[in-house]
């Protein structure tokens, strides 16, 4: 019984660390274009659509498409729809996580500076 109960806390820690390591590539990997962290830097001031990001980026509606996929993906943006519209946001785990870190995300194997993000 007790070593049931052990190999079910090793799963357990193994599952977080393995997440933990997946969650940082997944968000690095997003972050380490310039168009996106540009999306990222104006989701953190507003709520956009596509075709809003596209005007005020200036860049091609499919790219931002494109684009916001990954960012949904590596779970930095989500989607809410309003009638035809979708709204993009940043998702509030990771506003929290900005909060508590502050601009800069720490990894420990590395960290990206939201502060020093292009315009």
């Known amino acids: 019984m007790a070593s049931h109960f052990f190999v079910e806390q090793i799963g357990d820690l193994l599952h ?10 997944d968000i690095l990997k997003a972050l380490a ?6 999306i990222v830097k104006a989701l953190l ?13 200036k860049l091609s509606q499919y790219n931002v498409s494109k684009h916001l996929r990954v960012l949904k ?8 729809p309003d009638g035809t519209r979708r709204e993009y946001f940043i998702v509030n785990d ?3 996580r900005l909060k508590k870190e502050g601009p800069v995300l720490d990894f420990g194997c590395c ?3 939201f502060d020093q993000m292009p315009d």
């Open 94 to 96: 990771f506003r929290e």
């Open 73 to 80: 993906q590596a779970g930095i943006v989500g989607m809410q």
């Open 111 to 113: 960290s990206f500076r």
């Open 33 to 38: 274009d310039r168009s996106r962290m540009r």
């Open 16 to 25: 977080i660390l393995l997440m933990s390591k997946t969650d940082c590539t």
């Open 45 to 57: 001031a507003k709520d956009h659509g596509v075709n809003d990001l596209a005007g005020e980026l």
